[in-house]
C-alpha cells in the first residue's frame, strides 16, 4: 500500500510540475502570435522580456520571406507524403522537403533574433528561461522516477472514477 501512495504523491507532483511549466504556454492559446506551436516558448519569453503581442504579431505577419518558406513546406509536403504513399520517392523530393523545412527554420529565428534584440528587459526572460528549464527538468526526473518505480510491479491499479 505505501508503494501506491509513493506513486500516487509522485504522479500528483509531475502533475503540478507540468502544469506549472505549461500554463503559461497555454495561455497564448493554440499556434498564437504569427508563429506556429514550436516556437510558444520563444513567444513567452519575448513577453517576459517586455515585447508586446503585436510587436510579435507585426514581426511575423509582415515577414514575406517567412509566407512563401511556409507554402513551400507544404507543397513539399504534399510531394513527399504522395510518394511516401506510392512507395517512390527519390532523393529530390525527400531533400526538397528537408531544405523547405531549414529555410523555414532559419527565416522563423532570423525573426525571433530580431524580436529579441529590441526586447527592454532581457534579464527577465533570461530567468524565466532558467525556471523553465529547472522545473522541465523536475518533471523529467518526476516521471522518471514514477515509472522506474513502476516498473517491477506486474499489477495495474485502475484509476478512480469521477462521480
Known amino acids: 500500500m505505501k508503494k501506491e501512495s509513493a506513486l500516487a ?9 507540468l502544469a506549472a511549466t505549461c ?10 502570435h504569427g508563429h506556429r506551436g514550436g516556437d510558444m516558448q520563444l513567444g513567452l ?14 514581426t511575423f505577419k509582415n515577414d514575406a520571406t517567412l509566407k512563401t518558406d511556409f507554402q513551400n513546406v507544404r507543397n513539399t ?6 510518394c511516401v504513399i506510392a512507395g517512390a520517392c527519390n532523393n529530390g523530393e525527400i531533400a526538397a522537403y528537408a531544405s523547405a523545412q531549414s529555410a523555414l527554420t532559419q527565416q522563423k529565428m532570423t525573426d525571433w ?4 534584440a529590441g526586447a527592454p528587459n532581457k534579464s527577465a526572460a533570461t530567468s ?5 528549464d529547472a522545473l522541465n527538468m523536475q518533471k523529467h526526473q518526476l516521471l522518471h522516477q514514477a515509472f522506474s518505480s513502476a516498473k517491477g510491479s506486474n499489477t495495474v491499479t485502475p484509476p478512480a472514477t469521477q462521480q
Open 77 to 82: 509536403k504534399k510531394a513527399v507524403d504522395a
Open 113 to 116: 533574433q530580431t524580436i529579441f
Open 45 to 58: 519569453l519575448a513577453h517576459a522580456a517586455g515585447v508586446s503581442g503585436e510587436t510579435i504579431r507585426s
Open 23 to 32: 500554463a503559461p504556454a497555454l495561455a497564448f492559446g493554440h499556434y498564437g
Open 9 to 17: 504523491m509522485v504522479s500528483g507532483l509531475a502533475a503540478l510540475a
Open 128 to 132: 524565466l528561461k532558467g525556471q523553465l
